[in-house]
């Protein structure tokens, strides 16, 4: 009797289990510019949630856009998850911008809170500094017009041309699978069109504006979603679904940070500066270490951002004529030609990043080029003086040294002199009694060869 008890038991909590695993709710946060690292997070969550059997994943969306390549590889998940894929625009403020507006045409479902917006969806140039743009008319974009393709010299050339119209496809490829509003779809890439979340539900390029979760969640119950492939699917949720964070990884959080470019751009300046004192002051270590630990810290961030190759050239050759102006007499030309090619070089180093937050900014590289030129400056002059000033230090720094014999020197034998603080054998040319006053005119070993003071005296640093 125990055992078709325990079988029943076992078959019950099966089921209970595989029940629990179809209404699973798994919440996505994708509130950083699309790069490798947010890829490989939303890629692998995505994943995760299906192998745990979500009936729903939630993805929620805060973004200025990013990477084309990062952007594609987050739409072929969402396309192919087994689980509908909600792009919730949230919190009030956020935005699905560039990138994230492509990200989020790809999902089953657009929602979006109060106070957001989508849109901005064109390509931009990857020049350091931004292009003058044409005047854009003021007026509302008009859906019974289409959207009007721009030319060639307005979009910055053919090549350009040819990814506008190739972006511009896609994103009508997604609204219609999606019967979504096509013509202001492509707009959002041909003429980089905003919408708030009133203007999106009305000219219907999204299907709902939710305060909360809980809004989404009663709208699926009440609508069902129609999928990429066509089908129409209800998502059975209960009526309080447990949602799951899926949170990036300490790995991921770790390489998210050094895919920052300002960050890995302030590594490299500061392994750059360590290893530069290092050599400068051999024996301080801790710069050094400081400094390597910061390089390869760079190094690490290389495969994450797009290295203007150029640009790191030009950084490196900016450090080469700070050195150089202590060299050789430039009259401060050199000097110039390092904080220009510095700062030409920090502008271009990132200037293939798709959106300002993946390029550096003016009011980031002014004040550190100029900040890192003064601290390079400094060192170069201190270590020109230094290396100027007379040696005070082993045979030279005893050269010309005054002192006083204390023990009298009757050549060919040695007496004793006291000079710069220390006791000496001393010999000399002719005898010298003790208490004359003495100079260094040579040195054989430990032995000083000294001759007399016409005017005697004492040693002015014994």
């Not at 751009?265 to 910061?294: A, D, R």
């Not at 102006?325 to 798709?354: D, Q, W």
């Amino acid at each position: 009797m125990r055992k078709p008890f325990l079988g029943i038991c076992l078959v019950l909590a099966v089921l209970a289990g595989a029940s629990a695993r179809g209404q699973g709710v798994f919440r996505i946060q994708m509130d950083q510019p699309i790069q490798p690292i947010v890829q490989e997070y939303v890629v692998n969550a995505i994943r995760e949630a299906n192998h745990k059997g979500a009936s729903l994943i939630l993805l929620e969306i805060d973004t200025p856009g990013g990477y084309v390549s990062s952007v594609e590889q987050i739409q072929r998940a969402i396309l192919s998850s087994r689980a509908p894929v909600v792009a919730y625009v949230a919190p009030a403020g956020a935005r699905a911008a560039s990138g994230g507006a492509y990200v989020a045409m790809a999902c089953d479902l657009i929602a979006m809170a109060p106070g957001t917006n989508i849109g901005a969806a064109h390509p931009v140039s990857g020049v350091p500094l931004p292009l003058p743009t044409p005047p854009q008319s003021p007026a509302p974009p008009s859906p019974e017009k289409g959207p009007q393709p721009a030319s060639p010299s307005q979009e910055g050339g053919v090549e350009m041309q040819k990814v506008v119209n190739d972006l511009a496809a896609h994103m009508r490829s997604l609204a219609e699978n999606r019967h979504r509003n096509v013509a202001i779809a492509e707009q959002m890439v041909r003429e980089s069109i905003s919408l708030s979340e009133q203007e999106a539900l009305k000219d219907g390029l999204i299907e709902l504006i939710a305060q909360n979760e809980g809004d989404i969640f009663a709208y699926l119950r009440a609508h069902p979603i129609r999928r990429f492939n066509g089908e129409e699917q209800k998502v059975d949720l209960p009526p309080s679904p447990v949602v799951t964070p899926i949170d990036m990884t300490a790995r991921e959080r770790f390489l998210s940070a050094l895919a920052n470019p300002s960050l890995a751009y302030l590594l490299l300046l500061l392994g750059i500066l360590g290893l530069f004192v290092e050599f400068k002051s051999p024996g301080l270590i801790f710069p050094g270490v400081m400094g390597g630990i910061f390089i390869l810290l760079y190094v690490m961030s290389i495969p994450l951002l797009p290295i203007n190759v150029v640009g790191l050239l030009l950084i490196i050759l900016g450090l080469v004529f700070f050195i150089l102006e202590v060299k050789v007499v430039s009259y401060g030309i050199l000097a110039v030609g390092g904080v220009i090619s510095l700062f030409i070089g920090s502008l271009l180093l990132y200037s293939g990043g798709p959106i300002p937050e993946l390029r550096l900014s003016l009011t980031l590289v002014v004040p550190v080029v100029l900040a890192f030129s003064a601290i390079v400056v400094f060192l170069l002059v201190l270590a020109a003086r230094a290396f100027r000033n007379p040696v005070v230090t082993g045979e030279q720094g005893l050269m010309g040294r005054e002192g006083e014999v204390r023990e009298a020197i009757h050549p060919p034998e040695p007496g004793k002199v006291f000079v710069f603080g220390e006791y000496w054998n001393a010999v000399s040319d002719q005898p010298i009694e003790a208490g004359a006053a003495v100079k260094v005119v040579g040195r054989d070993g430990m032995t000083l060869r000294v001759a007399p003071l016409s005017g005697g005296g004492k040693d002015a640093a014994g």
